[in-house]
């Protein structure tokens, strides 16, 4: 019997170099988090992964730029339900950045504590707002992916419309409190774990 283990592949995409994650549990099928720019979809062709789903942790232009091609290539596009309405807003700060997304729908929503299984994978959604009104998380066995909630001794900007300074607080204690020393996939930047922001993170 062949045995699968998970394979992470972080693609940096886009203008801002946010951070793509491209998940695979059999080597062949994909799930992509958050998609910046057309690099992801190219590095998974180079690989011979099918990315399945995109699942979105919140609805920024540099973490949405690249759904449109992904959507053309027959990926389903997620996103929390809580979230949705800013992806076509101008809050996206894609105008103000002066870059434009792809049109794209959005093919199925999520909210907190919702289980996803996809591509032999399952992704708990951990809602965590702050960064942006309905900004969540995702865990994946001993994975954690942050978006921009949470970084390597930082966390994300609360000055952006929609912003919470005292959400995105919470929303750090909730990802801290959970069990184990979770490897953290933040939206920019390198990786951390749970256990280092509990010890220097300077936000809590």
């Known amino acids: 019997m062949k045995v699968f283990f998970m394979q992470i592949y972080t693609v940096p995409a886009g203008m801002l170099r946010a951070n793509s994650y491209i998940v695979t549990e ?7 988090i958050d998609c910046g720019g057309a690099q992801p979809l190219a590095f998974a062709r180079q690989k011979g992964l099918n990315i399945r789903s995109v699942l979105l942790t ?6 949405i730029a690249g759904c449109a091609e992904l959507q053309a290539a027959g990926a389903q596009i997620g996103c929390a339900e809580a979230e949705k309405s800013l992806i076509t807003s101008p809050a996206n700060l894609a105008a103000e950045m002066g870059d434009r997304i792809p049109a794209f729908s959005v093919d199925f929503t999520f909210q907190d504590g919702d289980e996803l299984g996809l591509c032999g994978l399952k992704f708990t959604v951990l809602a965590t707002p702050g960064h942006t009104p309905g900004g969540v998380c ?7 992916f942050t978006g ?13 419309p929609g912003g919470s300074t005292s959400q995105l607080r919470e929303s750090v204690k909730k990802l801290l409190a959970l069990p184990g020393n979770l490897t953290v996939y933040p939206g920019h930047d390198e990786p951390t774990t749970l256990e280092h922001e509990r010890m220097f993170n300077p936000f809590v």
């Open 26 to 32: 059999n080597g062949t099928d994909a799930v992509l």
């Open 58 to 63: 919140h609805g920024h232009f540099d973490h």
């Open 138 to 144: 995702f865990l994946c066995g001993d994975s954690l």
């Open 148 to 160: 921009d909630t949470l970084f390597c001794e930082s966390v994300g900007r609360t000055d952006f």
